[in-house]
C-alpha cells in the first residue's frame, strides 16, 4: 500500500519550496518536508543545522551528525537543511538552540504542533 503525501502546502499557505537535496531531506526523501499519516514524528520543519542543536539531538538520543552508510545517511554538519521533527524543533526552543527556518520550506502540519509565531522567530525568509 502506498502512503499518502499529505498536500504540500507551508506554514504560510503556499505551495511548500524544496528544503535540500544535498544531503537529500525528508520523510520521503524528496528533498521537501512532505508528510503523511505514518511519519509519526512529523519531519515537517525545514532547518538551517547548527553546532548547538546537532549536539542536543545527540544528547537526546537522535544522533543526526554522524554518517550511517547502511542507511544511506551523510551525517549532517552546521549549515546543512534538514527536514526535522516538529517536536524536537520545539524542544530545541524550549533548551534556547533552536535552529534558523525557511518558512516557505517547512510543511504546515508543524502548526499541529509548533504555533507560528515560535516559528517567525527563527525565520530566515519572510512572508
Known amino acids: 500500500m502506498a502512503l ?3 498536500p504540500s502546502v ?3 499557505g503556499g505551495n511548500l519550496a524544496p528544503c535540500s537535496h544535498d544531503p537529500k531531506t525528508g520523510f520521503f526523501r524528496n528533498g521537501c518536508c512532505d508528510t503523511c499519516i505514518e511519519d509519526r514524528g512529523s519531519h515537517t520543519v525545514c532547518a ?3 553546532a548547538e542543536f546537532l549536539a542536543l539531538s545527540k544528547y537526546l538520543g537522535n544522533d543526526l551528525s554522524t554518517p550511517r552508510p547502511e542507511f544511506g545517511f551523510p551525517g549532517l554538519k552546521p549549515g546543512d537543511q534538514w527536514c ?3 517536536r524536537r524543533f ?3 526552543h524550549e533548551e534556547d538552540v533552536a535552529p534558523h527556518v525557511y518558512l516557505k520550506s517547512t510543511h504546515r502540519r508543524t502548526l499541529d504542533i509548533v504555533p507560528l509565531e515560535i516559528l517567525k522567530r527563527y ?3 519572510t512572508e
Open 123 to 125: 525565520a530566515l525568509d
Open 48 to 50: 538551517v543545522m547548527t
Open 10 to 12: 507551508n506554514v504560510l
Open 84 to 86: 526535522l521533527c516538529a
Open 90 to 92: 520545539l524542544q530545541a
Open 4 to 6: 499518502r503525501i499529505a
